[in-house]
């Protein structure tokens, strides 16, 4: 099949890479001319396993093709959006992305074209779509949503094995269309209207916070009652209905996704006069979680003044370069404003947009050169990289002892044998010296 994917972010070119290894004709299609410009010449613009390789691979074959502009006299039969929609003012999600893909979609796709989503949109958007192409005067195309639900770091295997396929398409022919398109993809398939397509994204998306957040209320509660969240999360994920997975404590959820999703769907149903009282409780534990490492070291050192603090991870997660609504820069904008003097370190990040900061920080690679003669230090991201440090000569390079675990992946025993004094989310302490 020919395909075009509008927007070669971390979903669209992971997307239109993994159709041609399946072996259709891809032509993505992105605005940002340095991107296209990289992608032309082989050179990945994300941070993501495996990428440069398929991208190499594909290029090859003559599976793939980048471009600022749609092309001409090129067959298409499905045209995916995969563009971004970040959340407005009130926390909706913003469509001008999305709508301008639209229109210049209107202009350049044959008749009985099918036009997907797989951009993360509110419920109702398909048809939202579907009017603006009949004021454009193209009544003559498909819309369909195909929602995404690949993770950043294994976004590969993610779209190459969906765990699900979701089809929300209002004909058979659009089906028929998504079915040759996934051919090759052995997984389970729902088929449903594009407004159940839309709200199943959102909902799973929701779900998955709301665990994450129900599992830092009842670390934050063991804290108090000395009780260890990690058993706990163990405990109650051998119960099949419960699951373990997303049951990890730790400063919360960021990323491009689950903060802006929450706060959408929030929105989605304040539009439909319905408050939605779990979902919006999700998000604020989600925000004050991100603020424990701070609480935790004014009450060690009392004045955070001239106190240098170096935060280990800089991404939202391990395993992209990703840093939007990660937590670290949350942390380091508070920090700062404390007055700490705050040190960053990532293995893939190279730069951090703190708030409040009129130019980018500065991003070490060195994590042993950015702890030395540091006060403390708070691990953020759970690199690899992080997890097994030379401890005793940690204690030697920093001038205080003090670490802080925001993702409970360091042992405190072997910390504390190098000297060093642990605190972490969730787990009864085990220094006197560190109040809860
Ligand atoms: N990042 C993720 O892990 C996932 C994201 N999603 C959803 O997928 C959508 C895209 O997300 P990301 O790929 O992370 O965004 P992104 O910001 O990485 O990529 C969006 C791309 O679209 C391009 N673009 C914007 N308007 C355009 C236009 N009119 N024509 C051509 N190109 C245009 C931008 O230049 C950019 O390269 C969002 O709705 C997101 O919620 C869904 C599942 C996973
Ligand atoms: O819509 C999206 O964009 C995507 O959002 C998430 O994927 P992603 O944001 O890449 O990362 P996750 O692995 O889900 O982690 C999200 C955040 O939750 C945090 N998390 C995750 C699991 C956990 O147990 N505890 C926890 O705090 C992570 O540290 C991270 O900050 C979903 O897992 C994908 O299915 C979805 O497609």
């Known amino acids: 099949m020919d395909i075009w994917v509008v927007g070669t972010g971390y979903v669209g070119l992971v997307t239109g890479l993994c159709f041609a290894k399946l072996g259709h004709q891809v032509w993505c299609i992105d605005q940002d001319k340095n991107k296209i410009e990289a992608l032309s010449r082989g050179v990945a613009p994300i941070f993501e396993p495996g990428i440069g390789e398929l991208i190499a691979q594909v290029q090859s074959q003559g599976k793939v093709h980048f471009s600022t502009s749609f092309p001409a006299s090129v067959p298409v039969d499905a045209a995916l959006i995969a563009v971004g929609t970040p959340p407005g003012r009130d926390g909706e999600a913003d469509l001008s992305q999305v709508f301008n893909a639209v229109d210049n979609l209107a202009l350049h796709l044959p008749a009985g074209t099918l036009l997907a989503t797989k951009s993360t949109v509110p419920v109702g958007t398909a048809a939202r779509i579907r009017r603006r192409l009949l004021e454009l005067g193209r009544s003559d195309l498909e819309v369909a949503s195909v929602p995404e639900f690949l993770r950043e770091g294994s976004a590969i295997e993610d779209t190459l094995t969906p765990h699900r396929l979701v089809f929300g398409v209002q004909s ?10 996934h051919s090759g993809m ?7 209207d594009p407004a159940t397509a839309e709200m199943i994204k959102y909902a799973s998306n929701a779900f998955l916070a709301t665990k994450i957040s129900f599992v830092n209320e009842i670390a934050n509660i063991c ?3 000395g009780a260890d969240v990690s058993q706990v999360s163990v405990g109650m994920g051998l119960d099949p209905r419960i699951g373990p997975s997303f049951l990890r404590a730790g400063l919360g959820y960021g990323g491009s996704c689950f903060p802006k999703d929450t706060r959408a769907l929030v929105n989605i149903a304040g539009t439909v006069n319905y408050d939605f009282t779990l979902l919006r409780a999700v998000v604020e534990v989600n925000q004050r979680q991100r603020m424990s490492p701070l609480y935790r070291l004014l009450r060690w050192f009392e004045s955070l003044e001239g106190v240098v603090v170096t935060i280990l991870g800089v991404a939202f997660k391990p395993g992209t370069d ?15 404003s404390h007055g700490a003097r705050v040190r960053l370190v990532d293995p893939v990040v190279k730069t951090a947009h703190v708030a409040g900061q009129n130019k980018p920080l500065p991003v070490s690679q060195d994590v042993y050169e950015a702890l030395l003669d540091a006060d403390a230090a708070v691990l953020v991201t759970e690199w690899d990289a992080f997890r097994n440090l030379d401890w005793t000569h940690v204690k030697n390079l920093m001038r205080g002892p003090f670490w802080f675990d925001g993702r409970n992946v360091l042992d405190p025993e072997v910390l504390e044998q190098a000297g060093l004094v642990l605190s972490n989310i969730g787990h009864k302490t085990r220094s006197q010296k560190i109040p809860v």
């Open 172 to 181: 058979a022919s659009a089906q028929n269309t998504l079915e040759r398109m």
């Open 186 to 192: 052995n997984s389970p398939v729902l088929v449903c």
């Open 223 to 225: 804290e108090r009652v």
């Open 322 to 336: 990703d840093t939007r609504e990660s937590p670290a820069l949350d942390l380091a904008a508070h920090l700062i």
